[in-house]
């Protein structure tokens, strides 16, 4: 059986822009303080909570100490998705 012959494309040259767009990657610098701060937060405030029997960190909020120390962490994966 004859070999189809293959179809040469033509190489794509995006047309020429006006003005080119830099992005300052140093104002990124906060972001992984900020998401490490939230991690340790989150579990030291989880780790106080089962340390000291539910007394600490606030004595108020009983069980829900612990949500509250996961949303430090979720609040730490939020801030992550900003790190470039």
């Keep these: 059986m004859p ?3 293959i179809r040469k494309k033509a ?3 995006p047309p ?3 003005q080119t767009t830099s992005v300052n990657l140093s104002s990124r610098r906060w972001v992984v303080p900020v998401m490490l701060a939230m ?3 989150g579990l030291a405030w989880i780790v106080v909570f089962y340390v000291t029997d539910g007394s600490l960190p606030v004595d108020a909020l009983g069980n829900k ?3 509250v120390g996961f949303a430090f962490i979720a609040a730490g ?3 992550s998705t900003q790190w470039k």
């Design 16 to 18: 020429p822009s006006k």
């Design 11 to 13: 190489d794509y040259t």
């Design 39 to 41: 991690f340790v937060i």
């Design 3 to 5: 070999k189809s012959r």
């Design 65 to 67: 100490n612990i949500i």
């Design 77 to 79: 994966f939020g801030v």
